[in-house]
Antibody, heavy 124, light 105 residues
Framework: QITLKESGPTLVKPTQTLTLTCTFS??????????MGWIRQPPGKALECLAL???????RYSPSLKTRLTITKDTSKNQVVLTMTNLDPVDSATYYC????????????????WGQGTLVTVSS | SYELTQSLSVSVALGQTARFTCGGN??????VHWYQQKPGQAPVLVIY???NRPSGIPERFSGSNSGNTATLTISRAQAGDEADYYC?????????FGGGTKLTV
């Protein structure tokens, strides 16, 4: 059974740093071609991909947020962590982690498996 | 950066065909993927690489990609198809989503 679950704070103050952890099972981040990513969605708005990390530790970031983001993986724990610095109220959103899987989206083209998402509110 | 343009909303009668367009410069040169997102839920991949359905996605869902427009088609639309639909491509080494289209049945 494939599961992904995001965890982290639900409320963060402006200027603080957000750290989110995605813990997954039934999937691997060691397999050639697979990738995991973090995607966010402000209330009522569209999806936005923040960062991707590949099986070989290659990393890609949203150009507009690159200076504020860090993505890392711990394959021994089946976890991927996203850090975002200098939070602002506009960063309030549901944050999803997702995995490419191996059957449909290997290579990073798309994301086949998603967590349920975690709502993060940035407010003082 | 690459931009994907989707119409805000599509309305279709029960049992009829719904079509969603995703516009982008020479989008035919890219693989387009489509996601369905129901209220309060995570997105679900419904079409990958232009016209392929993951396991469990009904045959009513199909996709095409030509020129500057990719299209998702839902045949025999059902009430349960009401959702937001997002197109997505890979560009400049990252994932790009369209703005999403809301389907009303």
């Amino acid at each position: 059974q494939i599961t992904l679950k995001e965890s982290g704070p639900t409320l963060v103050k402006p200027t603080q740093t957000l750290t989110l952890t995605c813990t997954f099972s039934g999937l691997s981040l060691n397999t050639n071609g697979v990738a995991m990513g973090w995607i966010r969605q402000p209330p009522g708005k569209a999806l936005e991909c923040l960062a991707l990390i590949f099986w070989d530790d290659d990393k890609r970031y949203s150009p507009s947020l690159k200076t504020r983001l860090t993505i890392t993986k711990d394959t021994s724990k089946n976890q991927v962590v996203l850090t975002m610095t200098n939070l602002d109220p506009v960063d309030s959103a549901t944050y999803y982690c997702a995995h490419s899987g191996t059957e449909y989206c290997s290579g990073g083209g798309c994301l086949a498996y998603w967590g349920q998402g975690t709502l993060v509110t940035v407010s003082s | 950066s690459y931009e994907l343009t989707q119409s805000l909303s599509v309305s279709v009668a029960l049992g009829q065909t719904a079509r969603f367009t995703c516009g982008g410069n020479n989008i035919a040169s890219k693989n387009v993927h489509w996601y369905q997102q129901k209220p309060g839920q995570a997105p679900v991949l419904v079409i990958y690489r232009n016209n392929n359905r993951p396991s469990g996605i009904p045959e009513r869902f199909s996709g095409s990609n030509s020129g500057n427009t990719a299209t998702l088609t839902i045949s025999r639309a059902q009430a349960g198809d009401e959702a937001d639909y997002y197109c997505q491509v890979w560009d400049s080494s990252t994932v790009v989503f369209g703005g999403g289209t809301k389907l009303t049945v």
